[in-house]
């Protein structure tokens, strides 16, 4: 697959595409130790069966917070819900924070309470939620925080393994020992278990993992994975030298693949300082 800038227009309106390239100075985690530097890009698009995007990202290299939100309900509620959950992890991005995962699981409270807050003052957008899934690299550590079924990968001497868990009914009974087939036939893979906003608490999956310089990370929509196989992402991520051009080469996947939902991939590289 060529993910030339044509390839992408032939696909009809061109996906919004950030990208970041930042200085190593600030990549000092609270005891002064000097991280990776954070190379990385964003896509999103519509895809080709929704009228709307109710995808968000947020890119706040400054901070070593990104994030993706994949909002949900109808009456344009998931654009509300997605841009609130975003918008407190914003509000909560700060270069050098002593907890990253305590302030990511506030900043998931915070979300949660900022859109139950909208779904009690209007009645119609009763269902209102979002996926989040968000990570924080200070140093060469990083914290996820995780709730819904987009997703969290890393990339690491070319074996791609998946950080984030899917709270679908599918992943929760194949995680409970189901048989994968039987579980298939019995549970659908695209109700959400856990979702911010929907109910009056919410616990995010909280995961640390080590960052070394060479590694990618993806963050995605099901957009995309429900679109693409994991060995094509990987392949992808793999041969795509750029952030940049692994966010457009995701992208074509998805879109080439009928893009039957709203597509977001966020991709960072972290690089020798
Ligand atoms: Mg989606």
């Known amino acids: 697959m060529n993910p030339s800038p044509s390839r992408l227009t032939a696909l009809g309106t061109p996906p919004t595409v950030s990208s970041f390239d930042h200085d190593p100075q600030v990549w000092k985690d609270p005891r002064g130790r000097e991280g990776p530097r954070l190379r990385g890009a964003a896509a999103s698009h519509v895809g080709f069966h929704r009228e709307e995007n109710e995808d968000r990202f947020l890119l706040r290299p400054d901070a ?18 997605a841009t609130l959950a975003v918008e407190s992890l914003a509000d909560a991005a700060q270069p050098r924070v002593e907890l990253p995962a305590q302030c990511l699981r506030q900043a998931v409270w915070e979300a949660n309470r900022r859109i139950q807050g909208v779904t009690e003052s209007l009645a119609r957008r009763t269902g209102m939620g ?93 957009g995309l994975t429900d679109m693409v196989a994991e060995s094509v992402i990987a392949e992808q991520l793999t041969v795509r030298v750029s952030p940049t051009q692994a966010a457009n080469g995701l992208m074509v996947e998805a879109l080439a693949a009928g893009g039957g939902d709203n597509v977001t991939v966020v991709v960072i590289d972290a690089v020798s300082a």
Not at 138 to 158: F, M
Not at 176 to 199: K, W
Request: proline fraction near 4%.
């Open 64 to 81: 070593g917070l990104f994030a993706v939100a994949d909002g949900m309900g109808g009456h344009e509620a998931g654009e509300v819900a």
């Open 130 to 222: 979002t996926t989040l899934s968000a990570i924080w690299i200070q140093g060469g550590r990083a914290v996820i925080a995780h709730v819904g079924d987009s997703r969290v990968y890393r990339l690491r001497n070319g074996r791609l393994e998946q950080i984030s868990e899917d709270h679908t009914l599918l992943a929760e009974a194949l995680r409970g020992g189901f048989d994968p087939e039987r579980a298939a036939r019995l549970f659908p893979s695209n109700v959400l278990t856990r979702a911010v906003g929907i109910q009056r608490e919410v616990e995010p999956l909280l995961v640390d993992c080590s960052v070394q310089p060479g590694d990618r990370f993806l963050l995605c929509s099901d």
